[in-house]
């Protein structure tokens, strides 16, 4: 959540609203408005019924001591206390609504976001790498027959899949070789964490409340959820603590599956990898001093766009517009791969390609809105009182699902081998994947 301070002041309710708006979010400035006048006008009751008690308990004693007769002013606190039982009860009942309230709302845009109502309107910053000319008509993954979705859904249902060979050990080679980067060059920490989370790790994140229906619970003795990504446990590993800003910046890296339901994905993306309900990626997380998080961001994305460097993917970068950004972001990059064997895509002169950017990654500054529903600050000067709200910051480094699928569409070969990327080659022990059998 942002902070509720905005909230309690006109020029703070006129900020958020605007804000909001950016999105296509209506706030309602009324309620807001009431909700936090009654805020006050309670604790400021509270307060004074609470110093009304002491004040009165204080004079049975002197009564009691002088012997005068202290039974009206026994009645009188127990009056008093029941006053102050009903005011807190309204007071905690307002509390829970503003904070309810808050908790529904995304984060504010950063202003440097642009402004547009879908995908349609991201803004392209920059292309890297060669688009590969095929001599040949190139096939998409599925086309290609080196994994079983027949199998998948056999098993599980739709969006499920089944690799094997080379294709099962390309997938976890890619995984090895991201951990690798960036443990070994780019300094994160590695991190095993669970895959199964409570909803309190889930409300921390932002899933929850708002985002329940694309997860998929587990029945048993607790409220378990499986997590949507590697964010959820990694992120709550700060959560309610109170950090120095010497142990900022934390720079996390953790492999782990995920599982989303796809709840607002019917009919989109139903062909081969592209969208799944169990997918694997590699996460990058970094909690940092709040002044450093937009040159943070920065850095995370160069991270990711690293790997996808030395695989030899082009890729391009993408600024996500203010009815695209995720509900937790403040700003947000995609990182979108090429991919051949797909078509929709344009070049830079309009002619249109066999093929089109993907995404592959989204790396995002959270600002303070996990912090404080986490619980999670730091203290900027030793010795001092005063904290404030870490900064979180997330991206895939990168989905080894669509990286996979990204180097079968890319490396393919006109007699449906793929060839292994050469930094993958060590990984891999060798040089090619073979076609699949007829």
């Known amino acids: 959540m942002f902070d509720p301070k905005l909230l309690r002041t006109a020029e703070g309710l006129e900020r958020v609203s605007s804000n909001l708006a950016r999105r296509g979010v209506v706030l309602d400035v009324a309620r807001c408005r009431y909700l936090e006048e009654q805020r006050k006008t309670l604790q400021v009751e509270a307060d004074d019924l609470?110093?009304?008690?002491?004040?009165?308990?204080?004079?049975?004693?002197?009564?009691?001591?002088?012997?005068?007769?202290?039974?009206?002013?026994?009645?009188e606190v127990a009056g008093l206390k029941s006053e102050l039982e009903n005011n807190e009860t309204e007071l905690v009942a307002v509390q829970t609504e503003l904070e309810d309230l808050l908790l529904g709302l995304p984060n504010l845009l950063d202003d440097s976001v642009p402004d547009g109502d879908d995908e349609g309107h991201n803004v392209e910053l920059r292309r890297c790498g060669q688009i590969r000319e095929f001599e040949f008509e190139p096939r998409d993954h599925v086309d290609l027959g080196l994994l079983d979705f027949e199998s998948g859904a056999r098993l599980s249902g739709s969006r499920f899949v089944v690799m094997?060979?080379?294709?099962?050990?390309?997938?976890?080679?890619?995984?090895?070789?991201?951990?690798?980067?960036?443990?070994?060059?780019?300094?994160?920490?590695?991190?095993?964490?669970?895959?199964?989370?409570?909803?309190?790790?889930?409300?921390?994140?932002?899933?929850?409340?708002?985002?329940?229906?694309?997860?998929?619970?587990?029945?048993?003795?607790?409220?378990?959820?499986?997590?949507?990504?590697?964010?959820?446990?990694?992120?709550?590993?700060?959560?309610?603590?109170?950090?120095?800003?010497?142990?900022?910046?934390?720079?996390?890296?953790?492999?782990?599956?995920?599982?989303r339901s796809e709840a607002g994905a019917h009919g989109k993306d139903t062909r081969g990898m592209i969208r799944q309900h169990q997918f694997e990626k590699v996460e990058l997380v970094h909690v940092v001093r709040a002044e450093d998080s937009f040159d943070a961001l920065e850095q995370l994305t160069g991270h990711a766009e690293?790997?996808?460097?030395?695989?030899?993917?082009?890729?391009?970068?993408?600024?996500?517009?203010?009815?695209?950004?995720?509900?937790?972001?403040?700003?947000?990059?995609?990182?979108?791969?090429?991919?051949?064997?797909?078509?929709?895509?344009?070049?830079?002169?309009?002619?249109?390609?066999?093929?089109?950017?993907?995404?592959?990654?989204?790396?995002?500054?959270?600002?303070?809105?996990?912090?404080?529903?986490?619980?999670?600050?730091?203290?900027?000067?030793?010795?001092?009182?005063?904290?404030?709200?870490?900064?979180?910051?997330?991206?895939?480094?990168?989905?080894?699902?669509?990286?996979?699928?990204?180097?079968?569409?890319?490396?393919?070969q006109a007699d449906g081998s793929v060839l292994v990327p050469e930094v993958l080659k060590p990984y891999m022990g060798i040089d090619r994947i073979p076609p699949a059998e007829a």
């Open 50 to 75: 609470r110093n009304h008690r002491n004040t009165r308990s204080k004079a049975i004693g002197v009564a009691k001591a002088s012997g005068q007769d202290i039974q009206p002013l026994l009645e």
């Open 164 to 259: 094997r060979g080379g294709v099962a050990r390309l997938h976890r080679a890619l995984i090895q070789f991201m951990l690798n980067v960036h443990v070994e060059e780019h300094g994160y920490t590695e991190v095993y964490a669970p895959y199964l989370v409570g909803p309190e790790a889930l409300r921390g994140t932002g899933q929850l409340p708002k985002f329940s229906e694309d997860l998929f619970a587990v029945e048993g003795d607790k409220e378990l959820y499986l997590i949507p990504t590697a964010e959820v446990p990694v992120t709550n590993l700060v959560a309610g603590k109170l950090l120095d800003a010497s142990d900022l910046p934390i720079k996390m890296a953790a492999h782990t599956p995920c599982f």
């Open 306 to 412: 690293i790997v996808l460097q030395r695989l030899g993917l082009p890729y391009r970068v993408m600024a996500l517009c203010s009815g695209d950004v995720g509900a937790a972001a403040a700003k947000t990059y995609d990182l979108e791969v090429w991919m051949p064997g797909q078509s929709g895509d344009h070049d830079e002169s309009g002619r249109l390609l066999r093929g089109r950017y993907r995404e592959i990654s989204s790396c995002s500054n959270c600002t303070d809105y996990q912090a404080r529903r986490m619980g999670a600050r730091y203290r900027p000067e030793v010795g001092k009182k005063q904290t404030v709200p870490v900064h979180t910051l997330n991206g895939s480094g990168v989905a080894a699902g669509r990286c996979l699928i990204a180097i079968l569409e890319n490396y393919q």
